[in-house]
Nanobody, 124 residues
Framework: QVQLVESGGGLVQGGDSLRLSCAASGRTFSNHVMGWFRQAPGKEREFVAAISWSGGRIQYADSVKGRFTISRDNAKNTVYLQMNSLKPEDTAVYYC?????????????????WGQGTQVTVFS
């Protein structure tokens, strides 16, 4: 079992930056692929970014490429999402997720553990 707790969300103006953190506890964190997803009101949960256990493989959604950066610190059992040049359309609840199978995935149902989410609101 892996427990995930997100933090770092908030209310920001368009163009600003935020860094989300996801602290993991429980089973070995470094063995898991870690992902960030988001869900806006009335919409389905969507993939944002994912990182392999070593950090050597990373994937982003097209909508955030060049603006968001995912990283992880296995010594601290933490994964980060640096979000720059935020836009109102980035407004959503952001979720951290962990996947036991060591392959990057963009599919929600392939992740085994989820955090409770942190709200990000971007106003213009």
């Amino acid at each position: 079992q892996v427990q995930l707790v997100e933090s770092g969300g908030g209310l920001v103006q368009g163009g600003d930056s935020l860094r989300l953190s996801c602290a993991a506890s429980g089973r070995t964190f470094s063995n898991h692929v870690m992902g960030w997803f988001r869900q806006a009101p009335g919409k389905e949960r969507e993939f944002v970014a994912a990182i392999s256990w070593s950090g050597g493989r990373i994937q982003y959604a097209d909508s955030v490429k060049g603006r968001f950066t995912i990283s992880r610190d296995n010594a601290k059992n933490t994964v980060y999402l640096q979000m720059n040049s935020l836009k109102p359309e980035d407004t959503a609840v952001y979720y951290c997720a962990a996947r036991k199978v060591p392959l990057i995935s963009m599919v929600v149902r392939t992740y085994d553990y989820w955090g409770q989410g942190t709200q990000v609101t971007v106003f213009s």
